[in-house]
């Protein structure tokens, strides 16, 4: 770590209690050393004097500290702990502050717990950054393979969500849910390029090749362990109702409820929005759609919620508030 300290005796005693504790320690005498330190060498964390002179030493190097990458976190120590001091020290997002006369064991607690919350924010970012690419990485890419689908995803993802909101999924169900919508053509990646964009109409070769894309998502989602619902999803978002749909056939209830909700949300993005094969359906065209499809596309139940809702809302039934309409 880096410690700057102007008072020779500060400084020489708070490196001792540093390097007891276990810290490999640069000590500096002046700000213009700790920049220059900071320009050559990464530092784990800084605990400076927060004066210097008249100058808020402390400040600065908490500011050239956050252009740093990563940002290294700063620890200021100051003799005079006035109100003036803690607000100055906030607004220069230094982590934390310890008087003088430093005593041992709490700038040691306070280095580790600094370091520690340190360590976990760099964690939660990466977390974040990971979560970035299953989110919005993802679905890019599969809209990249096949543009007839723009912002399908995410659109499906809303309309999924705010079903089963009104259907009363649990909240931990909904968030996989999301996933299984967010990433449910996903195979389409292992699709040929010839298949996905044809302009006219497929042969019965071409479309068994597409139905291949549940089991493709399925397969390609399988690292996500902790989540066999999603992939499940995935895979039966073309099902039916009423056992004629692919991959498997499965009729009924072997879709679990939001994976039936998941093949409706789907189904009306597709009808609701232009398409290059066909232009977007007016709401009673879809409201009659679902109505006949009740029971066969589409488990029953759902169907006529969703019909009931879009005759009496129109689109605005799947934007509508959860608990409004029921
Ligand atoms: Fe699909």
Redesign the pocket.
């Known amino acids: 770590m880096l410690l700057v300290d102007d008072e020779p005796d500060v400084l020489q005693g708070v490196r001792t209690i540093l390097e007891h504790a276990g810290y490999e320690v640069t000590g500096v005498g002046s700000l213009r050393q700790a920049v220059g330190a900071l320009a050559s060498t990464h530092f784990e964390l800084i605990v400076t004097d927060l004066y210097l002179g008249d100058t808020d030493l402390g400040h600065e190097i908490a500011e050239v500290a956050r252009e740093q990458r990563p940002a290294t976190p700063v620890v200021v120590m100051t003799g005079r702990p006035t109100f003036d001091a803690a607000q100055g020290a906030l607004r220069h997002r230094v982590d934390d502050i310890v008087v003088k006369p430093v005593e041992a064991n709490h700038l040691v607690a306070t280095c580790a717990r600094v370091l520690r919350d340190t360590e976990l924010a760099r964690r939660n970012q990466e977390l974040e950054s990971a979560n970035a690419v299953l989110t919005s990485v993802l679905p890019r890419t599969i809209e990249m393979k096949d543009p007839t689908t723009s912002g399908h995803a995410a659109r499906v993802v809303g309309y999924t969500d705010s079903l089963a909101m009104r259907c009363g999924v649990d909240a931990e169900q909904r968030a996989s849910l999301r996933l299984a919508a967010l990433l449910?053509?996903i195979?389409?990646i292992g699709i040929p390029d010839s298949i996905l964009r044809k302009p006219g109409p497929l042969t019965p070769d071409e479309f068994e090749v597409i139905q291949r894309?549940?089991a493709m998502g399925y397969e390609v989602l399988a690292p996500l362990r902790e989540h066999g619902d999603v992939r499940d999803w995935v895979y039966q978002?073309?099902e039916r109702w009423d056992g004629k749909g692919y991959p498997q056939g499965l009729a009924g209830e072997e879709v679990a409820l939001p994976g039936r909700i998941l093949v409706l949300a789907?189904v009306y993005d597709a009808l609701v929005e232009e398409r290059s094969y066909k232009p977007a359906w007016p709401v009673p065209k879809i409201v009659d759609l679902f109505r006949e499809q009740a029971g066969r596309q589409f488990d029953p139940e759902l169907a006529h919620l969703v019909a009931d809702g879009l005759a009496r809302d129109g689109k605005r039934f799947f934007a509508a508030a959860p608990g409004q309409l029921f």
């Open positions: 449910h053509d195979g389409k894309h549940p978002h073309h789907e």
